[in-house]
Every structure is written in C-alpha cells, then in structure tokens.
C-alpha cells in the first residue's frame, strides 16, 4: 500500500508538466537615435532633448520606464504602448543648475519590450559659464 500511494504521488507530480520557460511577453525592437548633442549652452539653461522612437517590430512597444543617471536629467515618456510602424517622443530635461560647467554627458536607460530590454540613450553638451 505504501508503494501505491508513493507512485500516485509520482505519477502526480510528473503530470503537472516541467516546462522551465516562463513567457513575461512580447518582444519587439525599436529604433531611436541614441545621442543628442545640445552643442554650447549656457549654465542656468534647461536642455531638453527630443528624441524620436519607432517601432520597428510586430508588437506594441511598452516603455516601463526611463530614467536619468542623476538628478539633474528628468524623462518624459509615453504611457500608452506604441504600435507597429508608429512613432512616439522621449523628452529628456537636463538642468544645467545642477550639472556645472564644463563638458557633460547625460545617460537615461529606457526599459521597454525590447531585446535587449535596457537600451541607453545620451545628452551631451559644451556647459559654459555666463
């Protein structure tokens, strides 16, 4: 009786299936120019950068987030999912007040339904003092 049950068990546990994938969703691709260079701007001057995204896939693009590599670089994002062929903007606000002068390069990292899903787009600048 003890094997019965033992082999029950078994037989159980080996029909739940043993699949290791886990399917989150679907990926896509994008296409977004990867660096936006301000040029010369004087420090206390906002830059915003614009970049334009297009889904080049066959599913809709899902941004989760983007976000700056300091507190001086805030993202604008869309919140709706892009589809196939449409375009959509980033906007990425870069306050000089807090950067300095000199020569900057600002990172943001955009999390989205993409492979790979963590692509890094770039403000640069020439900050000079007034």
Do not use: W
């Not at 000089?96 to 000199?102: C, F, I, Q």
Request: contains cysteine; aromatic residues 6%; hydrophobic residues 40%.
């Amino acid at each position: 009786m003890k094997y019965v049950f033992s082999l029950l068990i078994l037989i159980g546990l080996s029909a739940c299936g043993g699949s290791d994938k886990v399917v989150v969703g679907n990926k896509t691709t994008m296409d977004i120019e990867l660096v936006y260079d301000a040029g010369n701007v004087l420090l206390g001057e906002m830059i915003t950068a614009k970049y334009t995204l297009t889904n080049t896939g066959d599913f809709p693009l899902t941004i989760a987030s983007v976000t700056g590599s300091c507190t001086c670089t805030v993202a604008e994002f869309p919140d709706e999912p892009v589809l196939p062929g449409e375009s959509a903007f980033i906007l990425a606000h870069v306050n000089t007040d807090k950067t300095g002068a000199g020569i900057i390069n600002k990172t943001m990292r955009i999390v989205a339904n993409t492979e790979p899903s963590i692509t890094q787009i770039l403000v640069k600048a020439n900050v000079r003092r007034k």
